[in-house]
């Protein structure tokens, strides 16, 4: 095990991960609101365990992402207490922002 900082490029690669992710999420979560609307239970059946699974999934990723020090553990806040995909894409944006004027990434843990 490393104690080596993690590179700019390290941490835009993972938020380039958790972006997917987060849209993925978003998508699911809009159909199946959608499917729930229009009284599909079928539809909800599926699209149910998909989006809480995809949930959890971009949950895990921002939680490596601050145990390995690649950002701060508000990222993780921000997504879970945001309902996932908003907070997800609300903190990338502060992080590449945070990247872009010149910030190193132990700078961006903060």
């Known amino acids: 095990m490393t104690?080596?900082?993690p590179t700019p490029d390290t941490v835009r690669?993972?938020?380039?991960l958790?972006?997917?992710?987060?849209?993925?999420?978003?998508?699911?979560l809009v159909a199946l609101v959608s499917a729930s609307l229009l009284d599909r239970r079928d539809l909800v059946s599926v699209l149910g365990p998909v989006h809480g699974g995809n949930f959890l999934l971009l949950v895990v990723l921002t939680y490596t992402?601050?145990?390995?020090?690649l950002w701060g553990w508000w990222f993780l806040a921000a997504t879970v207490f945001s309902g996932g995909p908003l907070g997800?894409?609300?903190?990338e944006r502060?992080?590449?922002?945070?990247?872009?004027?010149?910030a190193d990434a132990a700078e961006v843990r903060a």
């Open 94 to 102: 502060v992080i590449l922002r945070s990247l872009a004027q010149g």
């Open 65 to 69: 992402g601050a145990a390995d020090g």
């Open 3 to 5: 104690d080596a900082a």
């Open 13 to 16: 690669r993972r938020l380039y």
């Open 88 to 91: 997800a894409f609300i903190g």
């Open 18 to 28: 958790v972006r997917w992710v987060a849209l993925a999420d978003a998508l699911l």
